[in-house]
């Protein structure tokens, strides 16, 4: 038996179970809007979108399945190489390279609603990767996300959908618990206020 044939026959026995795919890309999708460093949240948005790509391709998504194969590549060059202090020169090239590579495969699977929801989300995706701070990453996560869920329930992936509905509520929770967490550390670093101190007038002068 051929190389080939093993991997037909793994794959044609693994198809129907693909699914467990689809409940570990939810829990992995919930996991990964609460982390509370950067890096953590593009490895485990990397990991993820791989399981979503196999979820997906038992669907017959194929667009979701190439953003998901996209999205893999970018979160982990950009979890490595993108930095608050620094960014490596040809990471930029690279973002817009697979993003032109996206497009072409939205267009090459095009499927009407789904593959537009799938193109967007990837799109906005790929701007929260080149942020630096993780605020404004997951306020990019969440304009993916929402793109994603409308393309999960036109394609009828339930994994999908749910899982876009968690990370949803888990990006609000960080964004919200991050807020007040930047407002803390301002307030404690604003200095107070000097005390005022009475002066008396000057004799003569009222």
């Known amino acids: 038996m ?4 093993l991997v037909f026959f793994a794959w044609h026995a693994a198809r129907d179970h693909l699914d467990l795919f689809g409940s570990l890309g939810l829990c992995l999708g919930f996991a990964g809007g609460m982390m509370p460093r950067r890096s953590l949240i593009l490895f485990t948005s990397a990991a993820c979108s791989a399981c979503f790509a196999l979820h997906f391709l ?3 998504a194929q667009t979701g399945t190439a953003m998901c194969l996209v999205s893999v590549m970018q979160s982990v060059v ?3 190489w993108i930095g608050a202090a620094s960014r490596a020169p040809w990471v930029a090239p690279l973002f817009v390279a697979s993003s032109l590579v996206a497009m072409g495969l939205t267009l090459a699977t095009w499927n009407g609603w789904p593959s537009a929801c799938a193109g967007l989300g990837s799109l906005l995706a790929t701007t929260a990767r080149l942020q630096a701070d993780p605020q404004a990453m997951r306020r990019f996560f969440l304009g993916s ?3 994603w869920a409308l393309h999960n329930t036109l394609v ?3 994994f999908g959908l749910t899982c876009d509905l968690l990370t949803l509520t888990a990006l609000v929770i960080a964004l919200v618990r991050g807020g007040a967490s930047a407002k803390a550390v301002k307030a404690r670093s604003t200095p107070a206020p000097e005390p005022s101190v009475a002066v008396a007038p000057t004799p003569g002068a009222v």
């Open 58 to 60: 038992q669907l017959g």
């Open 156 to 158: 009828g992936s339930v």
């Open 145 to 147: 996300s929402s793109c």
């Open 78 to 80: 950009a979890a490595r």
């Open 2 to 5: 051929s190389p080939a044939d």
